[in-house]
């Protein structure tokens, strides 16, 4: 399993956003995600890799690919 596919993961198990809409190039307000789903979603990449993302981080993220571009960078291990 990629990076990828744990961060496609918990976009739909945690936070109910269809598989079918979640790809590198979805943004985050493509799949109706807010500002505070933001920060939970960072709690839960951080909880399901074991790479943590800060707030300030997460405000920085656009889209899938930046994420896991960004945990990737961290030594994010899926």
């Not at 496609?8 to 505070?36: H, I, M, Q, Y």
């Not at 997460?58 to 960004?70: F, G, I, R």
Request: proline share 1%.
């Amino acid at each position: 399993m990629t990076v990828y596919d744990k961060v496609k993961e918990v976009l739909v198990e945690k936070f109910g956003v269809e598989e079918g809409d979640v790809s590198p190039e979805a943004t985050f307000e493509d799949l109706d995600l807010d500002s505070l789903d933001l920060v939970e979603f960072a709690l839960a990449a951080e909880e399901e890799l074991g790479v943590g993302i800060s707030d300030e981080e997460a405000e920085q993220l656009e889209s899938v690919q930046d994420t896991v571009k960004l945990l990737e960078q961290k030594g994010a291990q899926a």
